[in-house]
């Protein structure tokens, strides 16, 4: 048994926020190259175990790991310290080179001490092209330690509005994650602020997901700071990113996929991982590839430890829309310790259809903005649910009060289908008949259950 077992079995009632770092004193005595390297140790150990139970409850007073079920706060303490030992010594080992890295290079480096500097200057650009229609969305993501997340919140606010883009930018302590759209002449001025910020300054333009569009694509601009820059529902000091896949190139990417299709060995070896939701793997995905039936990502993490047969000494090739996803996704896979391998592709399904158009991946992109799906080949996979006619462009279920997506085509729209399902096609007597179609960003009082949410199951059990 662990030796510290006896200790971590306190940890449930520790507040982990207040388990302060400066909590590690010296005492006189002490010899700062063994005892206050024994008492980090310790300290950083019993906050990887409290964040790592932390990260596992569901409730006050219940914890899900492993399939697993526990009401007691022992039970799940004993479970995590022999199941999950080598987990906690991963996660306090990390935790110590990341206190020394910002011991030995101070602590704010990343944020500039004016916000302003790494603003560009726009006096001598003419307003109007910063505010043409026709200009493009940008996609991109990067996972770096941030000190101050707020500060970079506040630039990325003034940034976006001097430049009048529109769209989402999520900040968090382990990074940054962003899709806006402007005038060409916008997005490039963007590009090169951040590539200007000391904290971006290892980005390059190719990190940057280009496609047509502009600031019309968005309804507004929505810039925060977050626990975490991609919604997985995990503790990112957990389940970093630094624990990601082996990453490929689109072209590596594809010759797997090419191996997948025409060697049986390897189609017995290898599971193709689409990370994205039911909605989006429905009208775009990879040939033969596992899709699960999720609605959001933060149910992932579920699925596959209600699917880890699945995986079981499998070559894991994983794919999401730009990359982020994937990210931790891999990394809480890999945290499972089932897979042979587990391969994810860098910069995601955006980045191998730029390359290969008409490759292995086929039907539309769909993307999280008012342009629905991008289109990069004629194949479509999708069809009216009504009529069964091949169709793959969304719309808001009418009426849209349970923020469910359709696919109903022209034809069977023009003759009042245009519901999700029959519950919702009754109430469109009682609601008003407006067009709609789909936002991520439409917001509604309230969400009333319907047969698809009502009946769907939220981790789907495949075989």
Known sequence: MDPDFDTDLLLLSLDVENIAEDSVKHG??????????????????????AEFVESRR??????????????????????????????IERLTREALDRQLISEESGHGEEEPADLKACLPDISHIPAE?????????????????LARPELVCVWQKELCQMLHLTGKVRVASEGINGTVGGSRMGTRLYIS????????????????????????????????????????????RVISYSLAGT????????????????????????????C????????????????????????????????????????????????????????YLRSKDVCKEVLQLRGGIHKYLERFPDGFYRGKLFVFDERYALTFNDDIIAEC???????????????????????????????????????CQRKQGTHTHTAHTYSPDTTHTHREECECTDTRPRIPKDS
Request: charge should be neutral; aromatic fraction near 10%; include cysteine.
């Open 28 to 49: 006189k005595h002490d010899k700062p190259a063994i005892t206050t390297t024994r008492r980090s140790y310790t300290h950083m150990k019993k906050r990887a175990f």
């Open 58 to 87: 569901n409730d006050p007073f219940s914890w899900h790991c492993c399939g697993q079920a526990f009401t007691e706060p022992a039970a799940v303490h004993k479970h995590v310290a022999r199941v999950h030992s080598m987990e």
């Open 129 to 145: 092209q910063l505010l043409e229609c026709d200009g493009e969305v940008l996609l991109y993501y990067r996972y770096r330690e």
């Open 193 to 236: 602020a951040m590539l200007s910020h000391p904290a971006f300054k290892d980005m390059s333009a190719d990190d940057f997901k280009r496609s047509e569009g502009g600031a019309h694509c968005f309804t507004e601009l929505r810039v925060g700071v977050y626990r975490e820059i991609v919604p997985l529902g995990m503790d990112p």
């Open 247 to 274: 990453h490929l190139d689109p072209e590596e990417f594809h010759h797997e996929v090419k191996m997948l299709m025409t060697d049986e060995e390897a189609a017995r070896d290898t599971v193709l991982l689409d």
């Open 276 to 331: 994205r939701n039911f909605y989006e793997s429905r009208i775009g995905q990879f040939s033969r590839c596992l899709a699960p039936d999720i609605r959001k990502f933060s149910y992932f993490p579920d699925y596959v430890d209600q699917n880890l047969e699945l995986f079981q000494n499998k070559r894991v090739l994983m794919y999401c829309t730009g990359g982020i996803r994937c990210e931790r996704g891999s990394a």
């Open 385 to 423: 649910r009504y009529c069964g006619a091949p169709w793959d462009q969304y719309a808001l279920c009418r009426p849209p009060v349970c923020c469910q997506l359709v696919l109903s085509c022209q034809s069977c729209r023009a003759k009042g289908h245009t519901a999700c399902c029959p519950t």
